[in-house]
């Protein structure tokens, strides 16, 4: 059995965004609006955002490290004015391996860091920077979205894998249900 995967809530993700350094909050922002993984997103040009000619808006084109597939999603309103604001290049930072890993950092203080709190939350919990993807399947999973459409916004090939990020759910949602 597949271990529960953490996933952010609204609270958490604020307190991340108003906490973090401003180089990292479009970076975050932007996982969280895709679904993307971190290796997908670093390397993210506005060329990965052409515009749809039906009607203007943009969607994401790339290829994914993990598995070397094209994933051609429509992005949200929020995403595609994260990747206007943007350069050429979307995280210029991120070309460097030790700023990368300054991304997790940035996360694990934006938790505490006072007695070292917010290293040991993230290590208590799991959080990496993989946590975005989790939290935003586990989002549109409890805004109603079926897996079979987050299995293809994820870029998943089986509906099994999109499973393991919807491993629990709010009590208020499950109430919702009842």
């Known amino acids: 059995k597949a271990p529960v995967r953490y996933s952010f809530n609204k609270d958490e993700v604020s307190m991340v965004l108003e906490n973090c350094a401003e180089r990292y909050k479009p970076f975050f922002e932007l996982m969280l609006e895709t679904g993307l993984r971190a290796c997908d997103t670093w390397e993210l040009t506005q060329g990965n955002f052409p515009i749809d000619p039906e009607d203007g808006s943009r969607y994401l084109r790339v290829r994914m490290k993990k598995n070397d597939r094209v994933l ?27 700023n990368r890993d300054r991304a997790l950092i940035a996360i694990k203080h934006a938790f505490g ?22 939290t935003f399947a586990q989002w549109k999973l409890d805004s ?22 919807a491993n629990t759910r709010e009590k208020s949602i499950l109430k919702s249900f009842v």
């Open 113 to 134: 860091r006072a007695g070292n709190a917010g290293p040991k939350f993230c290590k208590k919990h799991g959080i990496r920077l993989h946590v975005w993807r989790h």
């Open 144 to 165: 109603g979205v079926r897996k079979e459409i987050i299995q293809q916004l994820l870029g998943h090939q089986s509906v099994t894998t999109t499973e393991i990020y």
């Open 72 to 98: 051609e999603v429509p992005i949200s309103r929020r995403a595609q004015e994260i990747v206007a604001s943007l350069d050429t290049v979307l995280f210029p930072w991120a070309q460097n391996v030790w």
